[in-house]
Structures are given as structure tokens and as C-alpha cells.
């Protein structure tokens, strides 16, 4: 979730990245930051939003140790996009509440450098889902938002070697082959995001807050 900024020259999408949880730390906050903006302004897009142009993606984060449920369910701010990190995640992988979302629950494992998990669950925030067609080959590098399990050509294999799709065996898409393309932000459909209160919003408050999965006893996720 964020805000859209129109300058002269640029429309401007701002978030906020808002990590806590006991995998959570300074350096694995900055970590996402720069993937995210790193990747969504890899591809040049100019769109015709009361003129023409340049999309641009700004991101600001902060990691904090101590947070309360009713800091993410109060939260009103659409730049604020809570996260809770940890080395346990119920299902084994990292998500977000919705296609179009402000919060979510990542596995530490999934946040290394160059992992694009951070960009992809970012893409799912600002409202873009998975594509429904899984079989890439023969059309080149994935986009961001194509899935674990994704069929691909070799090179973008876990193991180039595998046999396409047997998974046992590295068959299907390494995540960190992921790229933002230039369909997946006009996917977005920028020009047609109607104005709110004099400003410009993308995705909606899901504003949950998450316990620890690894905790015995796990009680119900917190949300509006």
C-alpha cells in the first residue's frame, strides 16, 4: 500500500516499510527497502496522468523492537505497511493479508539478497496478483509477480539440468530470476486510480497484526 505523488515530471509512488518481529533487525529492514525500490524502478515507464510521466517508486523503511497491535490496527497512515519477520512461518512461506494489502508475515529464510521475495510480496500490496498462465517457457526472463512452481526455461531453473516441472529435482523457477517489467506497472492501471481525500492511494488497510507462528499456542491474527 502506498501514496501516488504527481511532480511536474514524475508520478511518485511512496510507502512505508514497518518490520517487527524476533527474525526482524535493522539490517534485514534495509535489506528489503532496497530490493523494492531497487527493482520497481528498474524498468523506464512513462504514463499520461494529467500529462505524461515518469513512474518512480519511493520507499523508506524502519525496523521497530517493539510494536503493539494497536499501532497496526489504528494505523490511518496509507504509506505504513506493517510486517512481522521470523524464522517460522505457518505453511513454510512468506505472504501478505491480500492482493492490495497493508501487512503480512515473512519467513527470515526467504530475505536474502537477491531473493526478490520482498518485491514480489510488494507487488502483491499494491494490488497485482499472480499471473494465471505458469508456464513460461520458451518466453524469457519471469516478472515479478509469477510464483514458486512457475515453469520455465532452463536458465531460470533451480536446476538448469532438471527435467521442466518435476520439482524434486530444481525443475521449476528460481525466485531470484524474478525481474519487474514494464507490464507489470502498467498493470497497475495508474491513471485510473480515482483521488481520495485530495490524494492519490494504492491498495487498502487490511492493518493486521501478526503473533509469532513459532509461539505454542497461536492465537487468531489481529485486525480491524
Known amino acids: 500500500m502506498g501514496i501516488i505523488e504527481i511532480t511536474f515530471t514524475e508520478l511518485l509512488i511512496k510507502a512505508h516499510i514497518i518490520t517487527y518481529g524476533n527474525a526482524a533487525n535493522p539490517g534485514i529492514t534495509q535489506l528489503i527497502r532496497d530490493e523494492i525500490e531497487t527493482m520497481w524502478n528498474e524498468p523506464v515507464v512513462f504514463v499520461d496522468l494529467e500529462g505524461s510521466r515518469q513512474v518512480r517508486f519511493s520507499i523508506t523503511a524502519e525496523y521497530r523492537h517493539v510494536i503493539s497491535p494497536e499501532e497496526v490496527i489504528s494505523n490511518t497512515d496509507p504509506r505504513n505497511n506493517y510486517f512481522r519477520i521470523e524464522d517460522f512461518a505457518m505453511g513454510n512461506i512468506s505472504f501478505v493479508d491480500g492482493i492490495g494489502c497493508n501487512s503480512g508475515y515473512f519467513k527470515a529464510e526467504n530475505?536474502?539478497?537477491?531473493?526478490?521475495?520482498?518485491?514480489?510480496?510488494?507487488?502483491?500490496?499494491?494490488?497485482?496478483?499472480?499471473?494465471?498462465?505458469?508456464?513460461?517457457?520458451?518466453?524469457?526472463?519471469?516478472?515479478?509477480?509469477?510464483?514458486?512452481?512457475?515453469?520455465?526455461?532452463?536458465?531460470?531453473?533451480?536446476?538448469?539440468?532438471?527435467?521442466?516441472?518435476?520439482?524434486?529435482?530444481?525443475?521449476?523457477m528460481h525466485p531470484k530470476y524474478r525481474r519487474v517489467q514494464v507490464a507489470d506497472i502498467l498493470m497497475l492501471n495508474l491513471p485510473m486510480l480515482a483521488a481520495n481525500n485530495g490524494q492519490r492511494i494504492i491498495g487498502e488497510f487490511s492493518s493486521v497484526w501478526h503473533p509469532d507462528h513459532g509461539t505454542t499456542g497461536i492465537k487468531p491474527d489481529i485486525r480491524v
Open 111 to 172: 530475505l536474502y539478497s537477491g531473493s526478490t521475495t520482498a518485491a514480489h510480496e510488494f507487488g502483491h500490496t499494491i494490488g497485482l496478483r499472480h499471473p494465471k498462465h505458469l508456464d513460461l517457457r520458451g518466453k524469457g526472463t519471469p516478472g515479478i509477480m509469477y510464483p514458486r512452481g512457475t515453469l520455465v526455461d532452463p536458465q531460470f531453473q533451480y536446476n538448469p539440468a532438471a527435467k521442466a516441472g518435476d520439482s524434486t529435482d530444481g525443475g521449476t
